[in-house]
Nanobody
Framework: QVQLVESGGGSVQVGDSLRLSCVVS????????MGWFRQSPGREREVVAQ????????SYADSVKGRFTISRDNAKNMLNLQMNNLNPEDTAVYYC???????????????????WGKGTLVTVSS
């Protein structure tokens, strides 16, 4: 069992930055690839960024490329998401995720995730 606890959400203005963190604990937690999903009202949960178990491989949704950076520190059991130049379309609940799967050809879908955090809300106002 793996436990994921997010923090760092909040309300910001367009163009601001925010850093989300996820504390990872539990059995073999460093054996999982980790990532961030988000979900806004009326929309499906979508992957934002993902990092391999070592953190050396990362992938991003097109909508956040160049603005968001995912990183993990296995020594501290932590996953981070640095979000820059935020816009209202980034408003969502952000979820930390752990998966035993990694694909070279595609990003995760929710069905690929083994464990979820409870989420943290990010609101971007214009």
């Amino acid at each position: 069992q793996v436990q994921l606890v997010e923090s760092g959400g909040g309300s910001v203005q367009v163009g601001d930055s925010l850093r989300l963190s996820c504390v990872v604990s539990g059995d073999a937690s460093n054996r999982f690839a980790m990532g961030w999903f988000r979900q806004s009202p009326g929309r499906e949960r979508e992957v934002v960024a993902q990092a391999s178990w070592s953190g050396e491989e990362t992938s991003y949704a097109d909508s956040v490329k160049g603005r968001f950076t995912i990183s993990r520190d296995n020594a501290k059991n932590m996953l981070n998401l640095q979000m820059n130049n935020l816009n209202p379309e980034d408003t969502a609940v952000y979820y930390c995720a752990a998966s035993s799967r990694w694909f070279m050809s595609r990003l995760w879908v929710p069905g690929d995730v083994n464990y979820w955090g409870k989420g943290t809300l990010v609101t971007v106002s214009s």
